[in-house]
């Protein structure tokens, strides 16, 4: 069974920092990423990552502040944000494509649209961050 399960989120000031962990399950995970969600916007790739070639996207308001990184051994994503700030609040979301799309690079499987981020097929559940001022 495909399971995305993340962790790790909660509130801080602005340039606090925070670390989620994303635990892929039922398939290896070899393109994955990072989405969010903030209230009133449309759901955005925030950072992702593919194995194979150690492609990493990172979204323009991303870069310089967060880091994305696995853990092959333990199927596990990370997302290491640092210097937070209040526009980084919302829901954040794991997501990979699917086995039989398999690998994607990491700008195609990030791209979202008003209609949505469809190069994803397996979403976590997502995980509140609030970054307060």
């Known amino acids: 069974q495909v399971q995305l399960v993340e962790s790790g989120g909660g509130s801080v000031q602005r340039g606090g920092s925070l670390r989620l962990s994303c635990v892929a399950s039922g398939f290896a995970a070899e393109s994955i990423g990072w989405f969010r969600q903030a209230p009133g916007k449309d759901r955005e790739g925030v950072s992702c990552?593919?194995?194979?070639?150690?492609?990493?996207y990172y979204t323009d308001s991303a870069k310089g502040r967060f880091t994305i990184s696995r853990d092959d051994a333990k199927n596990t994503v990370y997302l290491q944000m640092n210097n937070l700030k209040p526009e980084d609040t919302g829901v954040y979301y794991c997501?990979?494509?699917?086995?039989?799309?398999?690998?994607?690079?990491?700008?195609?499987?990030?791209?979202?649209?008003?209609?949505?981020?469809?190069?994803?097929?397996?979403w976590g559940q997502g995980i509140q961050v609030t970054v307060s001022s």
């Open positions: 990552i593919n194995s194979r070639s150690d492609d990493r």
């Open positions: 997501a990979a494509p699917s086995v039989e799309v398999g690998i994607l690079s990491g700008p195609v499987l990030c791209y979202c649209s008003r209609v949505g981020c469809l190069n994803a097929d397996y």
